[in-house]
């Protein structure tokens, strides 16, 4: 039996439910507060309290507000308004009913170009559907992390091999904690807006991938310097057409960088070393995010619309895999890299898939399937709301436990996995809740390592402050 | 004599490089196909567009047009096949490159102006008569038609700007993809990119040409009409009248568009074709029950057959980081009879030596200084102190002078000793003294003269060394060293659990020392300034992965790492790898 550190109470986990025979398993039902559990050499992260300033994407009305207006020339206005928005925003100020009264022949001329814009607009976003949500808000709308646009946590990352943690923060900075706490390195570039992702590079000190607004930034930091600042600044990988990279994942041999697009059909395959990419070329929708799988065999990949697939990495031929209706939110492999469970934005349903390679005696129709494995609907436990639509999942390395966060309940669900011998099987174990009115924003388990064999749930919640929910075996 | 291994190989390129030529047969197909739909297009018939089109295609005239075109596609498939293959050559200075590669780079040339002429020649066949005969009737006997000579001197112009654009200086060289996708999957995604490319490139290229055609087709076409004994046509004698053709400057543009077409498709079938995956043997087997084929270590050791040596050392890496552990259970198994660990013996072994070659290579290369960095370290004064190292040392000396203390250690030896205080046994012989003497005053003169040389304009360019110009070309070979030691470290980082035999811990500390030595040398040369570049992506490339190998190996055997290695400094460069501190 396993129960999280420090917690009598803890509750056993409920009995197993077989998915096989049509029973779905529930939410658990037990509350555990881990609040009062604080691991020794662990940083105490609070980004609400280190923050610089405020988000990047704070809207231009908050500046404005800070001004006052002045009068000036209608051409001199369309002018910084054009530098400062945009040509569209140009347009608009130039055929609003304020310039007409100044100048209607600059006033109509604007009205016909905005009109023939907007058209265009509509003509390219007829072509390509999936381009009708522009910029931040679809970032939002497939990132992982729960209310992106204003969270102060937007990802957190373990190290793969040592204890090493990058905290990105909704001030487009990225905070690296080790286990000695005395520096802080801060990571933080001009080019680096709109965090989306993050990954470290496996089997190397501190070489730290991030998927951006721009591209991917490539962090690379000395270990043995202990500044705030690193000495160089970060390689920008860029690709036409290739932006804002929503998903960054390293290989489990860190030879390849895999990234994503909303903007792309196509993922990149990255020889970062040399600079080179090559793309998985598929018609159809642009890819929201990637999953690699821990053995590397495999690699998940979803797209913005009802289409996911699997890559075999051998000779990159895909399985692809259809669901009823919305898109993947969120999806985590097993530590064998033998079962894939996901989450899709219109169910509160979670899915798993099994690849198995030799599997006798087992009728190719079954395992095309994917099974709803557990009921994730919301119910109330006492005055606390358990359960909704999923935001993310994350299964620890050892295979025992499945952290879910929700977009619309305040707390974190735990289940307890196992694996046995292409055997899965899943069972409710407790709700991890916050401080006050705080909800989770993001979720991730340290990586096991030499030093380290635990499970160690990190909590990324809303008000700034990283939490570590332990786990030991008992 | 070529070993059966070294045939074997041998066998399996020609195969691959058929496969390769064979394709581009096909190519030339498609293109003519692509070509004829494009100068045939009939909105108002489209279905008679097409049958004509493709009956036009396959039929007995076409095959028998083309068939000068495919045999002179096959000798320069040949030529491209034997460059692809040879074992590169360094060339120290741009006169040796001039002299050793000359003829090659002359059969080059003709080759690809007798596929420019050829193709321009057969698509010329099947265009309007306007375009396709070279001497037409008129007044009194036959004029040349300035229209196919247009045309066939845009194919040989075409078929040279591919040349100097892609062949003249850089060698054909095999770059392996960053994945291994299906061979079909590539060549279907690189077609549609290279048609798409070929257009958008020979566009300006052609305005080029008609502006040459322009200021020497007078030149060319009374030389022509004199051989022909026909009337010099005179159509385009001024640019606005080849300006205003404008039929003739599609056909020349799509016809360009295709003959780059055809060479960048046949170079890309080339390269996906010889960088195919290619399994290996492990082992033969016992004497009666052999298996046929070229083991992982033979193939490594062909140095004369580099594409095998690439293909083996792919393999290695695929297997060593492969989920299935099969063929590595080959490599640590023992033999039948004796016991012993003979497969990996031999593996690790060769692909030590390859290591240990390539490291050799890097510091010779690094430490022979180029001939021109003599030349210039005689102006240069010498390493400077550090700023701050001078000021210590100022500061000290002032204090020391200050308060009346004497240096009583004498001058501090000299960082380099200068000619004079040489290192001479003060009982040498007269004689050799006398040798000694000549033999600097020989090399003195030898250096002004160099000096000497090499200060006449241009002649550095033409015959001296760039620094680091061989290094910079053995790092461009590094991508087999790349593989081998991720392969080593992931063989090694599988033992741990796969070995049962313990065959691999033996040599884990000869693979750990041998890697550090290739990483101590790679720190250094990244820090150089090669070929007058600051980074060397090969450098880094190599760097990172012979980081990441160390790590791997250090991560899975960090508990056990005292035990292993003896050498305390040795000990002391691994530990930051345990604890993930080295950059």
Same mark, same amino acid.
């Given at each position: 039996?396993?129960?999280?550190?420090?917690?009598?109470?803890?509750?056993?986990?409920?009995?197993?439910?077989?998915?096989?025979?049509?029973?779905?398993?529930?939410?658990?039902?037990?509350?555990?507060?881990?609040?009062?559990?604080?691991?020794?050499?662990?940083?105490?992260?609070?980004?609400?309290?280190?923050?610089?300033?405020?988000?990047?994407?704070?809207?231009?009305?908050?500046?404005?507000?800070?001004?006052?207006?002045?009068?000036?020339?209608?051409?001199?206005?369309?002018?910084?308004?054009?530098?400062?928005?945009?040509?569209?925003?140009?347009?608009?100020?130039?055929?609003?009913?304020?310039?007409?009264?100044?100048?209607?022949?600059?006033?109509?001329?604007?009205?016909?170009?905005?009109?023939?814009?907007?058209?265009?607009?509509?003509?390219?976003?007829?072509?390509?559907?999936?381009?009708?949500?522009?910029?931040?808000?679809?970032?939002?709308?497939?990132?992982?992390?729960?209310?992106?646009?204003?969270?102060?946590?937007?990802?957190?990352?373990?190290?793969?091999?040592?204890?090493?943690?990058?905290?990105?923060?909704?001030?487009?900075?990225?905070?690296?904690?080790?286990?000695?706490?005395?520096?802080?390195?801060?990571?933080?570039?001009?080019?680096?807006?709109?965090?989306?992702?993050?990954?470290?590079?496996?089997?190397?000190?501190?070489?730290?991938?991030?998927?951006?607004?721009?591209?991917?930034?490539?962090?690379?930091?000395?270990?043995?310097?202990?500044?705030?600042?690193?000495?160089?600044?970060?390689?920008?990988?860029?690709?036409?057409?290739?932006?804002?990279?929503?998903?960054?994942?390293?290989?489990?041999?860190?030879?390849?960088?895999?990234?994503?697009?909303?903007?792309?059909?196509?993922?990149?395959?990255?020889?970062?070393?040399?600079?080179?990419?090559?793309?998985?070329?598929?018609?159809?929708?642009?890819?929201?995010?990637?999953?690699?799988?821990?053995?590397?065999?495999?690699?998940?990949?979803?797209?913005?619309?009802?289409?996911?697939?699997?890559?075999?990495?051998?000779?990159?031929?895909?399985?692809?895999?259809?669901?009823?209706?919305?898109?993947?939110?969120?999806?985590?492999?097993?530590?064998?890299?033998?079962?894939?469970?996901?989450?899709?934005?219109?169910?509160?349903?979670?899915?798993?898939?099994?690849?198995?390679?030799?599997?006798?005696?087992?009728?190719?129709?079954?395992?095309?399937?994917?099974?709803?494995?557990?009921?994730?609907?919301?119910?109330?436990?006492?005055?606390?709301?358990?359960?909704?639509?999923?935001?993310?999942?994350?299964?620890?390395?050892?295979?025992?436990?499945?952290?879910?966060?929700?977009?619309?309940?305040?707390?974190?669900?735990?289940?307890?996995?196992?694996?046995?011998?292409?055997?899965?099987?899943?069972?409710?174990?407790?709700?991890?809740?916050?401080?006050?009115?705080?909800?989770?924003?993001?979720?991730?388990?340290?990586?096991?390592?030499?030093?380290?064999?635990?499970?160690?749930?990190?909590?990324?919640?809303?008000?700034?402050?990283?939490?570590?929910?332990?786990?030991?075996?008992? | 004599?070529?070993?059966?291994?070294?045939?074997?190989?041998?066998?399996?390129?020609?195969?691959?490089?058929?496969?390769?030529?064979?394709?581009?047969?096909?190519?030339?197909?498609?293109?003519?196909?692509?070509?004829?739909?494009?100068?045939?297009?009939?909105?108002?018939?489209?279905?008679?567009?097409?049958?004509?089109?493709?009956?036009?295609?396959?039929?007995?005239?076409?095959?028998?047009?083309?068939?000068?075109?495919?045999?002179? #596609?096959?000798?320069?498939? /040949? =030529? %491209?096949?034997?460059?692809?293959?040879?074992?590169?050559? &360094? !060339?120290? +200075?741009?006169?040796?490159?001039?002299?050793?590669?000359?003829?090659?780079?002359?059969?080059?040339?003709?080759?690809?102006?007798?596929?420019?002429?050829?193709?321009?020649?057969?698509?010329?066949?099947?265009?309007?008569?306007?375009?396709?005969?070279?001497?037409?009737?008129?007044?009194?006997?036959?004029? #040349?038609?300035?229209?196919? /000579? =247009? %045309?066939?001197?845009?194919?040989?112009?075409?078929?040279? &700007? !591919?040349? +100097?654009?892609?062949?003249?200086?850089?060698?054909?060289?095999?770059?392996?993809?960053?994945?291994?996708?299906?061979?079909?999957?590539?060549?279907?995604?690189?077609?549609?990119?290279?048609?798409?490319?070929?257009?958008?490139?020979?566009?300006?290229?052609?305005?080029?040409?008609?502006?040459?055609?322009?200021?020497?087709?007078?030149?060319?076409?009374?030389?022509?009409?004199?051989?022909?004994?026909?009337?010099?046509?005179? +159509?385009?004698?001024?640019?606005?009248?080849?300006?205003?053709?404008?039929?003739?400057?599609?056909?020349?543009?799509?016809?360009?568009?295709?003959?780059?077409?055809?060479?960048?498709?046949?170079?890309?079938?080339?390269?996906?074709?010889?960088?195919?995956?290619?399994?290996?043997?492990?082992?033969?087997?016992?004497?009666?029950?052999?298996?046929?084929?070229?083991?992982?270590?033979?193939?490594?050791?062909?140095?004369?057959?580099?594409?095998?040596?690439?293909?083996?050392?792919?393999?290695?890496?695929?297997?060593?980081?492969?989920?299935?552990?099969?063929?590595?259970?080959?490599?640590?198994?023992?033999?039948?009879?004796?016991?012993?660990?003979?497969?990996?013996?031999?593996?690790?072994?060769?692909?030590?030596?390859?290591?240990?070659?390539?490291?050799?290579?890097?510091?010779?290369?690094?430490?022979?200084?180029?001939?021109?960095?003599?030349?210039?370290?005689?102006?240069?004064?010498?390493?400077?102190?550090?700023?701050?190292?001078?000021?210590?040392?100022?500061?000290?000396?002032?204090?020391?002078?200050?308060?009346?203390?004497?240096?009583?250690?004498?001058?501090?030896?000299?960082?380099?000793?200068?000619?004079?205080?040489?290192?001479?046994?003060?009982?040498?012989?007269?004689?050799?003294?006398?040798?000694?003497?000549?033999?600097?005053?020989?090399?003195?003169?030898?250096?002004?003269?160099?000096?000497?040389?090499?200060?006449?304009?241009?002649?550095?360019?033409?015959?001296?060394?760039?620094?680091?110009?061989?290094?910079?070309?053995?790092?461009?070979?590094?991508?087999?060293?790349?593989?081998?030691?991720?392969?080593?470290?992931?063989?090694?980082?599988?033992?741990?659990?796969?070995?049962?035999?313990?065959?691999?811990?033996?040599?884990?500390?000869?693979?750990?020392?041998?890697?550090?030595?290739?990483?101590?040398?790679?720190?250094?040369?990244?820090?150089?300034?090669?070929?007058?570049?600051?980074?060397?992506?090969?450098?880094?490339?190599?760097?990172?992965?012979?980081?990441?190998?160390?790590?791997?190996?250090?991560?899975?055997?960090?508990?056990?790492?005292?035990?292993?290695?003896?050498?305390?400094?040795?000990?002391?460069?691994?530990?930051?790898?345990?604890?993930?501190?080295?950059?």
């Amino acid at each position: 039996m396993e129960s999280p550190r420090g917690c009598t109470d803890f509750p056993t986990p409920e009995s197993p439910i077989v998915t096989e025979n049509g029973r779905l398993c529930s939410v658990p039902v037990r509350e555990v507060t881990g609040n009062a559990y604080i691991l020794e050499f662990y940083p105490e992260i609070n980004i609400s309290r280190e923050m610089f300033h405020g988000s990047s994407l704070k809207s231009m009305d908050d500046r404005r507000s800070l001004m006052i207006p002045v009068n000036e020339p209608l051409i001199k206005r369309i002018t910084r308004t054009f530098f400062e928005e945009g040509l569209m925003e140009a347009l608009e100020e130039a055929a609003s009913p304020q310039s007409s009264s100044i100048s209607p022949v600059t006033s109509s001329v604007a009205k016909y170009a905005l009109r023939l814009l907007v058209l265009l607009r509509k003509l390219r976003r007829t072509v390509h559907p999936h381009l009708r949500e522009e910029g931040i808000e679809s970032i939002a709308k497939y990132s992982e992390t729960r209310d992106w646009q204003k969270s102060y946590i937007r990802c957190i990352r373990w190290h793969p091999n040592c204890f090493k943690i990058a905290v990105a923060s909704c001030d487009d900075s990225i905070r690296v904690y080790t286990d000695e706490p005395t520096v802080v390195p801060i990571l933080k570039s001009g080019t680096q807006k709109c965090i989306t992702s993050m990954a470290w590079r496996p089997y190397s000190a501190a070489e730290l991938a991030v998927g951006c607004q721009v591209g991917v930034l490539l962090w690379s930091m000395d270990p043995n310097l202990h500044i705030t600042r690193p000495l160089s600044q970060a390689n920008l990988l860029k690709h036409p057409n290739f932006n804002p990279v929503t998903s960054v994942e390293w290989s489990p041999d860190g030879c390849l960088l895999a990234t994503s697009s909303i903007n792309d059909t196509d993922i990149l395959i990255w020889d970062v070393d040399r600079c080179r990419n090559v793309p998985l070329k598929r018609v159809g929708l642009p890819c929201s995010f990637l999953k690699w799988s821990p053995d590397g065999v495999r690699m998940f990949s979803s797209t913005v619309g009802n289409v996911f697939r699997v890559w075999a990495t051998d000779k990159w031929v895909p399985e692809r895999w259809t669901i009823a209706k919305g898109s993947i939110q969120s999806a985590a492999w097993s530590p064998c890299g033998s079962f894939l469970l996901f989450v899709t934005t219109e169910e509160p349903i979670l899915y798993r898939l099994q690849f198995v390679e030799e599997q006798i005696f087992t009728s190719s129709s079954l395992s095309k399937q994917a099974l709803p494995i557990a009921d994730l609907s919301k119910i109330e436990v006492g005055v606390r709301t358990v359960g909704g639509m999923p935001q993310s999942i994350a299964w620890d390395p050892n295979g025992q436990y499945l952290a879910i966060i929700f977009k619309d309940s305040p707390n974190v669900v735990v289940f307890a996995t196992s694996i046995h011998k292409h055997q899965f099987s899943i069972s409710p174990s407790c709700f991890i809740t916050g401080i006050g009115v705080e909800f989770p924003s993001y979720i991730c388990f340290q990586s096991k390592n030499r030093k380290n064999s635990d499970s160690v749930l990190t909590i990324g919640w809303s008000s700034g402050r990283a939490q570590y929910f332990p786990f030991a075996n008992m | 004599m070529s070993s059966p291994a070294e045939l074997e190989c041998k066998k399996l390129c020609v195969r691959r490089c058929l496969f390769a030529v064979t394709f581009g047969i096909a190519i030339q197909y498609l293109l003519l196909s692509i070509f004829l739909l494009l100068v045939n297009f009939s909105l108002l018939h489209p279905i008679q567009w097409v049958t004509e089109t493709f009956s036009l295609v396959f039929s007995v005239y076409t095959w028998l047009k083309i068939t000068p075109l495919i045999s002179a #596609l096959v000798l320069y498939g /040949i =030529f %491209l096949g034997n460059s692809f293959l040879a074992v590169p050559k &360094y !060339y120290p +200075s741009r006169f040796a490159w001039l002299c050793g590669t000359f003829l090659k780079k002359w059969v080059s040339f003709v080759l690809h102006a007798l596929l420019g002429f050829l193709t321009a020649w057969l698509y010329a066949g099947f265009l309007s008569e306007e375009y396709n005969v070279l001497l037409r009737e008129c007044y009194e006997g036959y004029c #040349l038609n300035e229209r196919y /000579i =247009f %045309l066939a001197l845009g194919g040989v112009y075409a078929g040279l &700007y !591919y040349f +100097s654009k892609e062949r003249f200086t850089g060698e054909p060289e095999i770059v392996f993809p960053v994945i291994q996708e299906c061979k079909y999957v590539k060549i279907r995604s690189q077609i549609y990119s290279v048609i798409y490319m070929s257009l958008m490139k020979s566009f300006v290229p052609v305005m080029c040409f008609v502006l040459v055609y322009w200021v020497a087709s007078w030149t060319v076409t009374s030389r022509v009409a004199a051989v022909f004994d026909a009337e010099p046509d005179e +159509s385009f004698s001024s640019l606005t009248s080849i300006m205003l053709s404008f039929r003739l400057l599609l056909y020349t543009w799509i016809l360009a568009s295709q003959i780059l077409c055809n060479m960048y498709l046949l170079y890309i079938c080339f390269i996906i074709v010889l960088t195919t995956e290619e399994h290996f043997l492990i082992e033969k087997g016992p004497a009666l029950n052999r298996q046929e084929g070229v083991t992982i270590v033979e193939a490594l050791s062909l140095s004369k057959v580099p594409i095998a040596q690439h293909l083996a050392s792919l393999d290695l890496f695929n297997l060593a980081t492969s989920k299935s552990s099969e063929r590595r259970q080959q490599i640590f198994s023992l033999s039948v009879p004796g016991g012993h660990p003979y497969n990996w013996n031999q593996l690790s072994g060769q692909v030590l030596s390859m290591i240990d070659a390539f490291t050799d290579e890097l510091t010779q290369s690094r430490k022979t200084a180029p001939i021109q960095s003599a030349y210039f370290q005689k102006k240069l004064p010498g390493p400077m102190p550090p700023a701050t190292l001078e000021a210590e040392r100022i500061l000290i000396r002032q204090y020391n002078e200050s308060f009346g203390i004497r240096n009583m250690m004498g001058s501090p030896p000299c960082r380099s000793p200068p000619p004079s205080c040489n290192m001479t046994s003060p009982a040498m012989n007269p004689c050799d003294r006398v040798n000694d003497t000549v033999e600097h005053i020989g090399q003195v003169i030898n250096d002004a003269c160099r000096s000497a040389f090499y200060n006449i304009p241009g002649f550095y360019y033409l015959f001296g060394e760039q620094e680091g110009a061989k290094t910079t070309f053995i790092l461009a070979r590094s991508q087999d060293i790349i593989w081998l030691t991720q392969a080593l470290a992931g063989l090694c980082a599988a033992s741990l659990t796969e070995d049962r035999f313990g065959v691999v811990q033996k040599e884990l500390p000869v693979i750990i020392k041998s890697f550090l030595r290739l990483k101590a040398e790679l720190d250094q040369i990244c820090n150089m300034n090669l070929n007058g570049k600051k980074l060397d992506r090969n450098c880094i490339a190599l760097r990172n992965a012979v980081k990441r190998s160390l790590y791997k190996i250090c991560t899975v055997f960090g508990d056990y790492i005292g035990d292993l290695i003896a050498d305390m400094d040795e000990l002391r460069r691994v530990q930051c790898y345990v604890k993930y501190l080295e950059t």
